[in-house]
Nanobody
């Protein structure tokens, strides 16, 4: 089970840190990802990280502003959101892959957490 947290209201240019905690056997999880979705739009890839944390992938729209971290000792991943823009407003979801990972494909993720809402507004 995945539990996402950390969303909230922030002004443009501000920062937030999202967290995703995994219960159960974190050891069985391979890669992790973050996606976001706004009403009426398809789910959008944001970031992903490999099992060992050495490989990270980002959507072009967030590259240089968002950073994804992984702490296997604490069974958590986090997403640091910096220089936030209004267009970053969305529900953010964490996801876990067990095997056969394609970082940017939502079909390669086996488990999904509930969304945490990020609203960027003045």
């Amino acid at each position: 089970q995945l539990q996402a947290s950390g969303g909230g209201l922030v002004q443009p240019g501000g920062s937030l840190r999202l967290a995703c905690a995994a219960s159960g056997s974190f050891f069985s999880i391979n890669a992790m990802g973050w996606y976001r979705q706004t009403p009426g739009k398809q789910r959008e890839f944001v970031a992903a990280i490999s099992r060992d944390g050495r490989h990270r992938y980002y959507a072009d729209s967030v590259l240089g502003r968002f950073i994804m971290y992984r702490d296997n000792a604490k069974n958590t991943v986090s997403l640091q959101l910096n220089s936030l823009k209004a267009e970053d407003t969305a529900a953010y979801y964490c996801a876990a892959n067990l095997a056969g990972w394609s970082p940017r494909s939502d079909r390669s993720y086996n488990y999904w957490g509930q969304g945490t809402l990020v609203t960027v507004s003045s």
